[in-house]
């Protein structure tokens, strides 16, 4: 198969594309900078572009949608930009190029309003409750998306749950440069329980439901590990990893969620590019649980994580070694 991959210049996309090619497909890869897939064939360029995306499309059998502004900083109107009218544009042209199927990748943010989820499946995404202008526009992403879906142009939504692996700046050298810093608290003693998706699953589950489409057009699933552990335990794994101290200092949850709201709107009206220390989505992220019914999703997919939480924690040790601890932890 033809494929397209969105984003790949990001850790899923690339390792999305790499997996595809591994598989034996005929890769193209497009995004604003190369993606360094060997094997793939680049197309620079983004999906604010209408003539950029019509040749990305152009000849494709499959699409794998990963492209996005993924940030807790920005304008409303940026993240409208790229996320919702990005895939509007994306899924036009795909249809009109004659794609045959199209996998969204979206993100359990869509369907969370905040509140602890524990083994819930894929709720329907709702852009009026999420929290944040990520997680709205992905949520309107995903429904225009799953609106797309007919028997001609089959159309899936796949959400993978907190990705991360060698490699990760969203969540990995994040909690290390915070934590190497002694500015990482546990919030409520980290004790919600929550799951995570080592990046080789959840690249091989996105794979999966290209391949998969008969079986799950016009649904959304949500992929992780299935191995919901505490907060706590989590980051002191991968600070373990990456040879920091683990967070030891506490903060009331709802203390957190309060201070996030006010630095959020001071971020905002300040208009800072950097990502700001806390923001309310990461304190409820960090201090309810959100754990999901694996399943259905396992069935659907015929698939199954191949990459255990421990072993994943493994391999984040060995990318970073003694050198690369003392690296990140002085940044």
């Not at 869509?110 to 329907?124: D, K, R, W, Y």
């Not at 608290?185 to 980290?190: E, K, S, V």
């Not at 191995?227 to 709802?254: F, M, N, Q, T």
């Not at 709107?265 to 992220?285: C, D, H, I, N, Y």
Request: charged share 20%; proline share 5%; glycine share 10%.
């Amino acid at each position: 198969m033809r494929v397209l991959v969105t984003g790949a210049s990001g850790l899923l996309g690339r390792a999305v594309a790499r997996q595809l090619v591994g598989q034996g497909h005929d890769v193209t890869t497009f995004q604003r900078r190369p993606s360094g897939v060997d094997g793939a064939l680049d197309v620079t360029g983004s999906v604010t572009d209408d003539d950029a995306v019509s040749r990305a499309v152009a000849g494709v059998q499959g699409v794998i949608h990963l492209a996005a502004k993924v940030s807790f900083t920005g304008s409303a109107a940026a993240f409208d930009e790229v996320n919702v009218d990005g895939t509007r544009r994306l899924l036009g042209a795909a249809r009109e190029a004659g794609v045959r199927d199209l996998v969204f990748v979206s993100s359990p943010s869509v369907a969370n309003s905040g509140a602890a989820i524990a083994g819930l499946g894929a709720e329907p995404a709702d852009p009026l409750r999420a929290h944040g202008d990520y997680s709205r526009t992905k949520a309107e992403a995903e429904l225009l998306a799953l609106a797309a879906d007919s028997p001609e142009f089959r159309v899936a939504a796949v959400r993978p749950h907190i990705v991360w692996g060698p490699g990760d700046t969203q969540l990995v050298e994040r909690v290390l440069e915070r934590a190497g810093r002694g500015r990482l608290p546990l919030l409520d003693a980290g004790a919600a329980l929550i799951d995570t998706t080592y990046i080789d699953n959840a690249a091989s589950a996105i794979a999966a439901a290209l391949h998969r489409m008969e079986h799950i057009r016009g649904r959304a699933l949500v992929i992780s590990n299935g191995e919901p552990r505490p907060v706590g335990e989590l980051l002191a794994g991968i600070c373990a990893a990456g040879g920091v101290p683990a967070p030891s200092w506490r903060v009331p949850g709802r203390l957190a969620r309060a201070a996030g709201s006010v630095v959020e709107k001071v971020w905002t009206r300040s208009g800072r590019a950097e990502e700001p220390p806390m923001t309310r989505f990461l304190a409820e992220q960090l201090s309810t649980a959100h754990w999901f019914d694996q399943r259905e999703t396992r069935e659907l997919l015929d698939w199954a994580p191949a990459v255990t939480l421990d072993e994943g924690l493994a391999r984040l040790a060995a990318h970073y070694g003694p050198a690369g601890a003392n690296t990140t932890s002085t940044k």
